[in-house]
């Protein structure tokens, strides 16, 4: 079992920022990818960014240049900064951590609680 706890969650007003942090239980370098996805009312839950251990970020085209995906991994945390909010990122974020079993190449998705970030006009 892995387990995910996001955290940093709230309401702000458009252009505002938030900084969301996602705390894991195990070394976040043991996984392939650690990412943030979030689902908006009425809608498919989507991808937002990616930081592939040992690869290169990746950004949706709707957040790119505005939010930046980090990690610390002294303390197996990773990090989503929001600048210049708007009020369609209003959403349930989630973090999100995938890895692949040596052996049987079986792989694995595990995902956080969600926090809520609300942007008002």
Do not use: H
């Not at 942090?21 to 960014?49: D, H, T």
């Not at 040992?54 to 949706?60: I, K, M, P, R, W």
Request: proline share 2%; with cysteine.
């Amino acid at each position: 079992q892995v387990l995910l706890v996001e955290s940093g969650g709230g309401l702000v007003q458009a252009g505002g920022s938030l900084r969301l942090s996602c705390a894991a239980s195990r070394s976040i370098s043991s996984f392939n990818v650690m990412g943030w996805y979030r689902q908006a009312p009425g809608k498919q839950r989507e991808l937002v960014a990616t930081i592939p251990t040992g690869g290169t970020t990746n950004y949706a085209d709707s957040v790119k240049g505005r939010f930046t995906i980090s990690r610390d991994n002294a303390n197996d945390t990773v990090y989503l900064q929001m600048n210049s909010l708007k009020p369609e990122d209003t959403a349930v974020y989630y973090c999100n951590a995938r890895a692949r079993a040596t052996i049987s190449l079986r792989e694995f998705s595990y995902w956080g609680q969600g926090t809520q970030v609300t942007v008002s006009s």
